[in-house]
């Protein structure tokens, strides 16, 4: 059932991903048409700077005009590798009213608009599809999206972005301190000039907000994640880590809560146990557990950026539309009809890691452990220590909301025998 | 677009995997109407003893009829969770030409006969989906098969048998010899009373089949697949993995040549290093690790056996498919366009960890390493060890083809000088 008329495919950006997409589809165009059932041809690259070589791309098929590129009429598949919020949006609706289905890697405006293209995209008639927006090339949207589709997700515990972890795996193996492993990241192309976005967790948030949306079959928007960068991690935190047999990761959690009833997503660092699974995740790789009721507990690993790898997952999606769209159907789109609410910080339940600076004198800890009575957070183990005249306990709890385990920090604070908070780590992964 | 006639399904099995299945579509009912645009339906179950209770399932649901079930013509999807050849291929076979698409957790018989099933059912319009039958839980069928389309393949390793894992972790981490690990796992309900498909490797080499042909889309069956259990490993073995920084896995291995044009598969007991990921997969946990031309390396990881982890991806495929059968639409099936040669396993290029018991006398070791050159095979490290008089050597080799290693073991069995040749194991993974 082989048909000879080519499907076409528009590529808006031609970056680092976009490049290897186009390579793909040129060298390896034979396993694509058997895959697929027919052709595929490279109809029009939209880039910015037309004057730029790029190699094994006909010149012919570049473009500064994006908008007139996706309103051809012709183009069975815009690919979307621009980044960002605008044109990328425009364009992609754009796409949809002109018979065309998407292919994105747009993490940030999937996680903003995604519910608005989806129905955009149904509309029309259309697919959107987006593996590449979280983790790379690891599959992640497909198995959960359709693999777990039978199952009940409870829980979404991942490594989403390679900086940090680059970053946090450099602090922990070599001592160093968050600027110098920051400085080696940047050095070697594993972080941005400007590394806002990973190291304040923003894009940990926005693959946070897809994830949790897909996972609980509801509605996440960016807002609704709570977000914590990492910059303020230090070697002393690692210290503590490792005496506790723990190292720290930068987390991206979603939950369902115990009663089924509310889900919260949230990025921040935490402390995780040696044993689990995460913390052998090294260098820029991601990983992502996933608790489901039946399946129990999964794990997926591998690069979570490059061009390669993303361009892997925007070809996976390729030939799954060009296969939809072949026979005339659409995959599994949006799914947000539990619409489940989606509690603050302050309802979720976790345990701090508190290292505390004190005075050295008797009745302190007293003192220290009533104020966690007082707010209802029950104590796992306190370590006390002396050392040149300065006293410091650390302070480990058990589960308890955020919002009493915040509380219980800033009471602490205010008392006369505290002379400062040193560090607040939360302990996740048990 | 929710239509209100259910889709009907009929069970073939009712035991571990299938009760669960059952539970699952009762009582995740509104959740898998929601997820797929229709009511989903329990229509029959067919079982071999109709008397015993089974909690939750409509007595008047249950036949012995199988054949008369999946001949009923108003069944839109079969679940076949009875494993083994026959009546299951018969049963499966029947389904397609009355109308339902088949959902399977069958190994036996997906490696066996795959091909011709798939092949019925394009004829018939109908699907065939089985990511139960390799690795339970894990998604693993979807990623290559989907995820990976637009990538090419290299190299499947993994654990795909948890018997086994459980035999070999207790082995590696207690001490223990095969005999009292695979008496422990029997206690424990990992093995079952007669462990041969298991620790002979036969049920790892049908997954193995399965595996490769997915994922270089060519024909490999069964008898393609080469295979060793795993009875021989000793605890002496064990000390010799941990002397190389390695531990000793049950391996499914499915490879494409370094030029591209033969594959190879199997299955056998094998050294990796520490550091490998596969290496920290415990009890009878399993994990597939990929690797890619463009993704790079990817693993998954999870229970790859049990009622609930089984039933869960047998429900990801029955959405899969009931979506599929809504929109009049047949998901991607079989792939073996590549019809790639599949070599034997003298022509894998591995590397053998042999141990000798040796004479000792001068000139041993330059009679063992001629041997080795004559074979072609370049030696990486040797360790000589005298102990109360007794003589041995440890030889590590560079990568070789197996029929050089083989050849080499063979010629020194006939040296006066090696007493015996104590172990040979392969070492991967690096």
Redesign the interface.
Known sequence: MMRTRPLKVALLGCGVVGS?VAR?VTT?AD??T??IGAPVELAGVAVRRPSKVREGIDPALVTTDATALVKRGDIDVVVEVIGGIEPARTLITTAFEHGASVVSANKALIAQDGAALHATAVQHGRDLYY?AAVAG???LI??LR???????VNRVLGIVNGTTNFILDKMDTTGAGYQEALDEATALGYAEADPTADVEGFDAAAKAAILAGIAF?TRVRLDDVYREGMTEVTASDFASAKRMGCTIKLLAICERAADGGSVTARVHPAMIPLSH?LA?VREAYNAVFVE????????????GA?G??T??????D???VC??KL????G?GD?A??QLPVSSMGEVVTRYHISLDVADKPGVLAQVATVFAEHGVSIDTVRQTVKDGEASLVVVTHRAPDAALSGTVEALRNLDTVRGVASIMRVEGE
Do not use: C, W
Not at 292 to 303: D, R, W
Not at 327 to 330: I, K, Q, V
């Open positions: 290897e793909i390896h396993d694509l058997a895959r593996e090339a690891i599959p497909r198995p359709e693999s777990l589709a039978g199952d009940k079959h699974p052998s489901a009721e039946a399946a129990g507990q999964l794990m997926f690993y591998g690069p490059g390669a790898p361009a892997s997952a925007v070809l996976g390729l030939v799954a296969r939809n026979g005339e159907s659409t599994p799914s009809y539990t």
